[in-house]
């Protein structure tokens, strides 16, 4: 399948590529088509029937090997979508050919690997993004600006809950380095600050290769705490992010898109002896009006702007390591069953 699968359109711009067309990067492959001002010049997938169709879908054309692609098609920017374990040679290959690129989280398999892309990228002066694309959620787009607006007070606690069924699309990691890693970016992004320890708990309980649940704990050097509950043994899918500070609690729905905010009321004890108490009670529930896309293809624009302007992409590569660090740090955590501290870059 090295050869053109179908002819592509007349050129329009920017030209994008996408390696790995599974089930995150056939709609990199879609929203590339789809945007103004890009050309999707070809999409590359191990799978022959699998990167033909999707080729075929998009009006492009199809290849086995991603550097047949990159010879032939010369894309100037391409989003890299193929399994964990293979970010690290590709994205450098990438790198290394001044191609600026988009790596789905993980930014790469180990700490060493991303930290020698980070580097590489710098000296190379390339855009490297890593794809948290929960930074790109409309309604955490609304959460961050009220949190800058110190709507809520002083922060106290981060809470996330990350649960679903076992995806058979992973094969080469677990929940903490799948999953997690969105949460971690999340938190970090949110809190502004360090983390300065963490301690976890992880099972095995479908795979035994790797692990299917996490419980774990964040203290961030401005004493926010993070909670993170993450695991594929759930019927349903839940994805949900709570921020609770001094004035009440906001509630983030990843699935839906809303943003609620559970003000905090006060009230004095009903008895005499208990006059002396105040405490939290329930006040008024807001909901927020929240303008719903769809986030990849918010990020993907924001990945293109960032390359024809020559700005910062929002998620950068220094931002998914500091992800995949705290990833493997709660890792070790677990496997170690003791706390973590967390040395500070």
Known sequence: MNGTVQSAAAPKGLRAAVIGVGAMGRHHARLYAEMEGVELVGVADTDPELGAQVARRYNTRGFTDYRVMLDTEKP????????????????????????????????????????TLVEQARARRVTLGVGHVERFNPAMTALKERLDRGELGQVFQISVRRVSGFPPRIRDVGVVLDLATHDLDVMCYLSGAKVVRVSAEIACHLDQRHEDMLCGLLRFENDVIGLLHVN??????????????????????YLTQDLCFYENGFQDGNWESLQVFRGMAEGRVISYPVGRREPLQVELEAFVRAVLCDEPFMVSGEDGLRALALAQRLLDAGRQNRDMIVEQG
């Open 76 to 115: 100037d920017i391409v989003s890299l979508a193929a399994p964990t374990q293979s970010h690290a040679l590709i994205a450098s290959d990438l790198i290394e050919r001044g191609i600026h690129v988009l790596v789905e989280k993980p930014i790469a398999l180990t700490v060493q690997e991303g930290q």
């Open 232 to 253: 594929w043994l759930s019927p349903t899918k839940i994805r949900e992010l709570m921020v609770n500070g001094e004035r009440g609690m906001f509630v983030v729905n």
